[in-house]
């Protein structure tokens, strides 16, 4: 639970979302992620940090650069959280309408 919840406070940043649903395009560097967010390159490393930290994003080196991209596993893992939710909700729904089909049969 704590590794969702890591994710989901890194996400309330809404820089940090925007970096998350850019890097959703396709691998990365820290440089192209600044030049299309309006903060500092050193905001987006401090923002890539906590992403990774939250599990959510992974980096490589090529070079002198590092490449970030999302962490599928960290996203998986959010994924199911989410999903227990949503499974959750349809089952409650299904025992409604079956319970109200009976009553008015």
Do not use: C
């Given at each position: ?24 395009q ?26 990774k ?23 998986g ?25 009976e009553?008015?049969t």
């Open positions: 639970m704590a590794y969702q919840s890591n994710g989901f406070t890194a996400l309330a940043d809404p820089t940090r979302r925007a970096i998350f649903e850019r890097l959703a396709g691998p990365t560097a820290v440089g192209e992620l600044a030049r299309e967010l309006p903060v500092s390159r050193p905001a987006v490393s401090q923002h890539l940090k906590v992403l930290d939250a599990g959510l994003v992974i980096d490589r080196h090529a070079g002198t650069r590092r490449i970030y991209q999302l962490d599928p596993d960290g996203v893992a959010l994924r199911a959280y989410l999903d227990r939710f949503w499974s959750q909700s349809l089952a409650a729904f299904k025992a409604a309408i079956e319970q109200q089909q009553e008015v």
